[in-house]
């Protein structure tokens, strides 16, 4: 953005700086809006490609976790002299407790508060004051 350089006419009404004002403060409502819109923008592109990769990361991640599971049982099953029932039950177990732990630390993650459009919320602050002490 630009700033215009301030003409001062000692002639200049009352009226015509209340115009001014008027005109001034659309302005900056307008750069706002645009502001807050690029930033939507910017904010969803970024989720999408987020997105994208979690997807990527959980299909791969199934595969491996399938391998993993039939290895743990396979395993077990050996270790308990054939008895692969025994490792089916010790690795259900198993997946049962870290899929909980998982899912309360994920639960507690969510919880947080999220803040964004950092950058808007700032100049909009920056233009109440601005407005506010213009009118005095």
Do not use: C, N
């Not at 002639?11 to 819109?37: C, F, H, N, W, Y």
């Not at 923008?41 to 997105?51: L, M, P, T, Y």
């Not at 997946?95 to 909009?124: D, F, N």
């Amino acid at each position: 953005m630009t700033a215009r350089p301030i003409m001062t006419d000692p002639d200049t009404g009352i009226p015509d700086l209340v115009r001014r004002l008027g005109d001034d403060s659309k302005r900056l409502m307008v750069d706002e809006l645009q502001l807050a819109k690029l930033e939507v923008k910017e904010s969803i592109h970024r989720a999408g490609k987020g997105a994208l990769w979690m997807a990527l990361a959980f299909g791969a991640g199934v595969v491996m976790l399938v391998a993993l599971t039939i290895m743990l049982v396979t395993l077990i099953g050996q270790i308990a002299r054939g008895h692969m029932w025994l490792g089916a039950i010790v690795t259900g177990l198993l997946e049962l407790w870290l899929g909980t732990y998982l899912i309360k630390r994920g639960a507690s993650v969510y919880r947080r508060p999220s803040y964004s459009m950092v950058e808007t919320r700032g100049s909009l602050k920056d233009a109440t004051h601005w407005t506010s002490s213009a009118g005095r």
